[in-house]
């Protein structure tokens, strides 16, 4: 460069005063430096040019392609769950319904406000799905409403260009045609929760109107029941209006599930037991189906699909029924004297003469104690037969001292008490079969005589549920090794002889016979069917000490649970039942239900006619009852109910009703009383013995002093 | 050409700048027919019909003698000052910001027509400034403050785009001029060194955001770096030839933010390919050669500045633009001359045009002369 440079800082050294040619030659140096500048900014934007067109190409072409291809997924149809004969447990039906986008949606209150005038949504439910929105992540489609008719569908569709986020659609829902009947043996299905998509992610699991296995079955079988989605590919804008279909693929529905169970039966059932908490089971004799598993009060599996509304969840909440309870798998209870005829059939196995008699006279002396019989007045003498249908608790504390605990308890298993079935359920509930040995381990204690008193009358450490209580009489009723058995298998192989003598069983079988059609317990218990008779045993269990309540009256959670297992017809038995029902104040309140049941297996009309009557005093069936309910809670408590729980904290509280009864932490040191077998006179008004309660809480009581025995 | 067959007037027009510019304006209304989905409304035909006024304006303006330019050079500054603080008072009274002021027949944007008025006033301070003194703080300080008074009002408001236009064409002209080269070359240090602290004082933050994510466009694929991605996206999957006139998808099904007016390079590089680009490429060199060449072949001191300004804002809103597009800059709402939609651009550039256009007469006839 010519151009006299100086340095600012260095001394001006007499500069030449600059020309305007001077200026000008300068100009023309650097506008030509300027030029060069914007020509290589001009080769610099070319070379871009051709590296985006034609060197990434490829990739934006795709990129581009995904901007224009909207592809949505269209859940599949869900597999349905069938009952034997094939008659619909869980179906689907076609139904109209609106779902929300919280990541689309600009404005959640003007949206709500709009949608809720639109579909007429009551304030409860309006305040739900705020809820929702508020927790749901913005991928999550909320579910606003569904089995919508064509008026409000089409009421909303037209609105849509307003309503950004929202979105109309026609699909499949899941229905369960009898309701609350299959809420515990079905399970429900609902939206897939962050945790679910977060395991899977799959897009289907965040598809407006796709449901997935919550509870139950529906849960255990999910990848057989879900099915293959379908796909619609349109042709989309940026803001999601549909410009045009590019081509549809149809879903491949779930493969269906057929169960043991018979819908008519099961509903029967669920009806049956009314008012009362409590559970029924239903198994084939022959091959160990279950007919039947049934645990009431419940939920609607149809009104949990979109969600458990606040209304809905308050009054689950506070129902001490329980009804998220699945009681068959997760009660727990003492069986009480059902246990008697297994007992019975370990004596005969260790060879006492069934004929050996022992004088009942209302309690037996051992030692320095006296152990009451329920009936204080005394049975007389009392052979094994009347021992098991006048359920005499003398007879067996008897016999059990001298056949020991050991043989009892093995018995108690091979009749599947605390055993565990391959159910396809979580959480099951197992029980207790107490012995010696597990006393060993579980307290470090020497097994006591009153500890085989108790055992004998199935109180004490002995727990069991339902379904086991069902199991323990198709065994005794089949002489076979029968399993539960839920899902339906034309070719399961025959089950194996208990190799039970079948003399000793002919003998219980009658002595059972004797409990409902001659002397016994349950009289009333008779089938109103000509030529078909029920053998069974009544059982009462007690809740607590007979210092607190005498377990018929008083607060309800201070009654006595009531059990009755049976099987019919009792000379060649086909159907085995079994029914606990708690708080029922004794087995009087679980037999009838047991006859009913049994009735509908051989005769339904006559068992429909019954439970119509049943049903007028009650206020309706199952539904109409729920119903009835529901509308009291919402007239009481509307909006202001407080919030549903979400996913996770509902499933915490279906845990924590399912916790089944602990054991008892400290070893039991005295014989639990007898609880009094219903069909004679009362226990008496002024039994003073103290006594202490099966419960947990057992404490130390000093035995009373013999009366005399 | 046989002047002989053709009337002198139209002769004289320097067709050498004005077929390429209609070849322009014609494929942009093109581009923005296809962008309306196949309808001259409400942007095509608005666009040619612009261009037409503003070429007649253009070639009025080229009429004006360069006495005129010089004369008014202070006072048009002086104006576009005030209606600048005119325009911020009310934006602070409206509240939010206020770039415009309604004039009733249009929206006129004071800080568009400083474009070119800031070269103006530059090359006119130049002009009279006597060539001695072009080595001293005479030759600085005023220009400084010329270009420091509407520079800071454009930011103010804030509009970075246009503060950085007026800026760049400002130091282009003081670089032209022959101000000393350390000056460029220590102030270029020195923004280098300011730049940083700008970006985390001076800058809102929306403008922060714009920045970071040119960095990383990914990073925000749904928010700020929408822009940019959804652009490349259009470009890139155009490929050597484009989908086609009217098949753009991206424009189309509006994943292509402001697809008429900033991102209409975008929009004409999906459905015309790598080809249309060099197209658009290729006019634009033209264009600015032929600024160039007038800034060179200008009579005086004044009119070489004058035109090599002109040259520069035209530049200077071709390269933002394209760079922006294709991902190398960061999104500022700057138009692409002559294709992109809007009536204060297409203005300013051909004021911008019709000043060359002068010049470029002054050069060939006598000086000052009103023909």
Redesign the interface.
Same mark, same amino acid.
């Given at each position: 460069?010519r151009q006299t440079w100086?340095? &600012?800082w260095s001394k001006q050294t007499k &500069?030449l &005063?600059?020309? #305007?040619a001077? $200026?000008?030659h /300068?100009? %023309?140096r *650097?506008?030509f430096v300027? =030029?060069m500048a914007? +020509?290589s900014? #001009?080769l $610099? $934007?070319?070379g871009?040019?051709?590296w985006?067109?034609?060197a %990434?190409?490829a990739?934006? *072409?795709a990129? /581009? %392609?995904s901007? *224009?291809v909207n592809l949505t997924l269209i859940p599949p149809r869900r597999g349905w769950v069938i009952d034997r004969t094939g008659a619909a447990l869980a179906a689907n039906r076609a139904d109209f319904r609106v779902d929300l986008v919280p990541d689309r949606v600009v404005d959640a209150d003007a949206t709500m406000a709009t949608l809720s005038k639109l579909l007429g949504l009551t304030a409860d439910r309006v305040s739900d799905i705020k809820d929702k929105l508020k927790k749901a992540r913005g991928f999550q489609p909320v579910e606003v409403a569904s089995n919508l008719d064509w008026d409000k569908f089409a009421a909303v569709s037209v609105r849509l260009p307003e309503l950004p986020g929202v979105i109309p659609q026609r699909g499949f829902s899941r229905y369960y045609p009898t309701g609350a009947a299959v809420g515990h043996l079905v399970g429900y299905v609902g939206p897939a929760s962050a945790e679910d998509y977060e395991k899977e992610r799959n897009p289907l699991l965040i598809t407006p109107g796709f449901k997935i296995g919550k509870d139950g079955l529906e849960k255990h079988f999910e990848e057989r029941l879900r099915g293959v989605p379908g796909a619609r590919r349109v %042709?989309?804008? +940026? =803001?999601g209006r549909v410009?045009r279909d590019l081509g549809t693929r149809e879903d491949v529905p779930g493969k269906p599930i057929q169960l043991t169970i018979d819908a008519g039966l099961q509903d029967y059932a669920a009806r049956r037991i009314g008012l009362e908490s409590g559970s029924v089971v239903v198994m084939d004799c022959a091959s160990g189906d279950v007919l039947a598993m049934v645990s009431m009060p419940s939920f609607d599996p149809n009104s949990f699909a979109d969600g458990i509304g606040r209304i809905e969840w308050k009054m689950l909440a506070e129902d001490d029924h329980v009804p998220l309870r699945n009681k068959v798998l997760r009660g727990l209870y003492p069986p009480g004297s059902t246990v008697k005829p297994m007992v019975a059939l370990s004596f005969l196995e260790a060879g006492l003469d069934p004929e050996a008699s022992v004088g009942c006279a209302g309690g037996l002396r051992v030692g320095n104690r006296v152990f009451h019989c329920w009936n204080h007045r005394g049975h007389g003498t009392t052979n094994m037969s009347k021992g098991i249908y006048q359920s005499c608790d003398v007879y067996f504390y008897h016999f059990a001292q001298q056949i020991g605990m050991d043989k009892i308890a093995a018995m108690a298993r091979r009749l599947g008490l605390g055993q565990e079935f391959p159910m396809p359920y979580p959480g099951q509930s197992y029980g207790t079969v107490p012995d010696p040995a597990w006393k060993q381990r579980k307290y470090g204690k020497e097994w006591a005589i009153y500890d085989t008193v108790n055992a004998t009358i199935g109180q004490g450490y002995m727990l069991v549920n339902p379904l086991q209580q069902a199991v323990m009489a198709s065994r005794l009723a089949s002489g076979l090794q029968l399993t539960p058995r839920l899902l339906m298998d034309h070719h399961a192989p025959q089950a194996p002889s208990l190799g039970i003598r079948q003399d000793h069983l002919d003998l219980i079988h009658a002595a059972m016979n004797e409990v409902v059609n001659g002397r016994g317990t349950a009289g009333k218990a008779r089938l109103p069917v000509e030529g078909v008779q029920m053998a069974g045993k009544t059982g009462t269990a007690q809740v607590v000490g007979l210092n607190i309540g005498n377990g018929k009256g008083g607060l309800w959670k201070h009654r006595d649970h009531g059990h009755f297992i049976c099987f019919a017809p009792f000379d060649k038995p086909r159907y085995a039942c079994a029914v606990a029902i708690e708080h029922g104040g004794g087995s009087g309140a679980a037999y009838p239900i047991a006859r009913d049941v049994m009735t509908f297996l051989f005769d339904r009309a006559k068992a429909m006619e019954v439970l119509e009557g049943y049903e007028k005093e009650w206020g309706g069936n199952v539904q109409q009852r729920m119903a009835a309910k529901y509308n009291a809670y919402a007239a009481r408590f509307g909006a202001s109910a407080p919030a549903a729980p979400d996913e996770a904290q509902a499933a915490e509280a279906v845990a924590a009703d399912n916790t089944p009864i602990a054991e008892p932490t400290a070893a039991q040191t005295d014989a639990a009383p007898p609880a009094p077998e219903p069909e004679t006179s009362p226990a008496p008004a002024d039994l003073t013995a103290p006594a202490a309660a099966p419960t947990p809480a057992a404490t130390a009581a000093p035995a009373a002093p013999a009366p005399g025995a | 050409m046989q002047r002989a067959y053709i009337p002198a007037f139209i002769a004289r027009q320097p067709w050498g700048v004005i077929l390429p510019l209609c070849a322009l304006v014609t494929f942009g209304g093109a581009v923005l027919y296809s962008a309306a989905g196949g309808h001259l409304m409400p942007w095509a035909l608005l666009h040619v019909v612009r261009f037409v006024v503003f070429l007649g304006m253009a070639m009025v303006v080229s009429r004006i003698p360069s006495a005129w330019f010089k004369n008014a050079a202070l006072p048009s500054y002086a104006l576009l000052c005030v209606l600048l603080v005119l325009v911020e008072l009310l934006g602070r009274v409206s509240g939010g910001s206020q770039r415009w002021l309604n004039l009733g027949f249009m929206q006129l944007q004071p800080s568009e027509l400083m474009k070119p008025c800031i070269v103006l006033v530059l090359a006119w301070f130049y002009s009279v400034l006597p060539p001695s003194e072009i080595r001293t703080w005479r030759a600085i300080a005023p220009a400084v403050v010329l270009l420091g008074l509407p520079a800071g009002l454009v930011m103010l408001q804030p509009d970075l785009g246009t503060g950085l236009a007026i800026s760049f064409g400002a130091v282009v002209i003081m670089f032209l001029a022959g101000l000393p080269l350390w000056l460029f070359i220590s102030g270029g240090a020195a923004i280098a060194v300011a730049a940083p602290l700008a970006f985390f004082t001076v800058l809102h933050d929306y403008q922060r955001k714009r920045v970071l994510v040119f960095l990383d466009p990914e990073s925000d694929p749904l928010g700020s770096g929408y822009h940019i991605t959804q652009s490349k996206i259009a470009i890139g999957s155009g490929g050597l030839f484009g989908k086609g006139f009217g098949q753009g998808s991206q424009s189309h099904l509006d994943y292509l933010p402001e697809a008429h007016t900033d991102f209409v390079f975008a929009t004409m590089a999906e459905e015309w390919g790598m080809i249309g680009g060099f197209f658009v490429l290729i006019v634009f060199a033209l264009v600015l050669r032929w600024g160039l060449g007038v800034a060179l072949r200008a009579p005086d001191r004044f009119s070489r500045l004058l035109a090599a300004g002109m040259v520069t804002t035209i530049f200077f809103y071709v390269c933002i633009n394209l760079m922006m597009v294709m991902g190398l800059a960061p999104v500022v709402g700057i138009p692409l001359p002559f294709v992109s939609h809007g009536g204060s651009s297409m203005m300013t550039n051909m004021l911008c045009i019709g000043t060359l256009m002068a010049v470029d007469r002054w050069s060939r006839t006598p000086r000052g002369a009103l023909r």
């Open positions: 460069m100086t340095w &600012p &500069p &005063p600059v020309t #305007g001077q $200026l000008t /300068s100009f %023309e *650097r506008t300027l =030029g914007q +020509a900014v #001009g $610099l $934007l070319a871009r040019l051709t985006l067109a034609v %990434e190409n990739k934006y *072409r990129a /581009s %392609e901007n *224009r %042709e989309a804008t +940026a =803001g410009v | -």
